[in-house]
């Protein structure tokens, strides 16, 4: 062999032996470091444990990502829900509108009866304006309700269609006596 052979081999074997000895990469990414880095990436099984860490990485974000749309089709249910809710209570409450408001009407009318009967005139009008009064804070209430965009309790809805029941009762009552004072 030729001096220039054997230096040409040993400087070889140390690049080889270097290459060996150089600390592996680190971070198991196969773009940085040299070809022999890469070699041992491969061989020593850095870049399977890279890959098996991507992968498991990877579903741990699939996982908070499945996690994250069960919650927004909760949120989507509880929201249709809170609407439909919304929906009936509002249509409810404009069957009550429309029933005080039957009732005012009726009202109206009785107030005209009551202001040409000449005896008990004044208790009659008294009991009418309390009436009357009454009805128009119960419309207060339920336009309250209905601008609301909360969805009222049923201790709250049947409050009010308790209320709407005993102005209608009390008409009644004083529909009846009105009747019998101007036969």
Known sequence: ???????????AASFLLGGCAHQPNTDNNPRKGGFFE?????????????KVGKER????VNAET??????????????AERTAALKIQRAELNKLRKQLDKASNNL?????????QES??????????????????????????EV????????DMASLENQRDSLL???????????????
Do not use: F, H
């Open 148 to 155: 609301g965009s909360e969805v009222m309790s049923a201790a």
């Open 57 to 60: 990485e990877l579903g741990e």
């Open 120 to 145: 008990s005139k004044q208790e009659l009008q008294d009991k009418v304006a309390e009436l009357e009064y009454a009805m128009n804070n119960l419309k207060v209430k339920l336009g309250r309700a």
């Open 108 to 116: 109206s009318a009785l107030k005209q009866k009551v202001g040409v």
């Open 38 to 50: 890469g070699l041992y990436g491969v061989y020593g099984g850095d870049y399977e444990a890279r």
């Open 169 to 183: 009762d009390e008409y009644q009552l004083l529909q009846e006596r009105a009747d019998l004072q101007l036969q």
């Open 1 to 11: 062999m030729t001096l220039r052979t054997l230096s040409a081999g040993l400087i």
């Open 66 to 79: 499945a996690e994250v749309e069960a919650g927004n089709r909760e949120l989507e249910m509880t929201k």
